[in-house]
Nanobody, 125 residues
């Protein structure tokens, strides 16, 4: 079974940028749709962005509040997924997770079968 590991989190001032990476342990990740979620302390885990499996055309979809600021992509091989985050705001502070699902365009965390450990993003004002 494929495993996922996030990296690229850290500290950034408001208005800055970060790129998060999600590394899959093998090429099976190409058969999954992949999403990014975030969870702030005391809050529920929420959908950020998703990209469908390669055979479906790698369709991208975003939460409304992230559209225009965040961008999800796959690499050419299909074993890496990225989240480019621009114009970051303090309210973006959270642990960010990548996850994989067989459900097309899923935004519900319950639809995602495989999860990484998360990477902390902290945005200062």
């Amino acid at each position: 079974q494929v495993q996922l590991a996030e990296s690229g989190g850290g500290w950034v001032q408001a208005g800055g940028s970060l790129r998060l990476s999600c590394a899959a342990s093998n090429r099976d990740i190409a058969t999954f749709s992949t999403g990014w979620f975030r969870q702030a302390p005391g809050k529920e885990r929420v959908f950020v962005a998703g990209i469908t499996w390669s055979g479906s055309g790698s369709v991208k979809h975003y939460a409304d509040s992230m559209e225009g600021r965040f961008s999800i992509s796959r690499d050419n091989i299909g074993n890496m997924v990225y989240l480019q985050m621009d114009s970051l705001k303090p309210e973006d502070t959270a642990v960010y997770y990548c996850a994989a699902t067989y459900t097309y365009l899923a935004t519900d965390p319950a639809a995602y079968r495989i999860w990484g450990q998360g990477t902390q993003v902290t945005v200062s004002s």
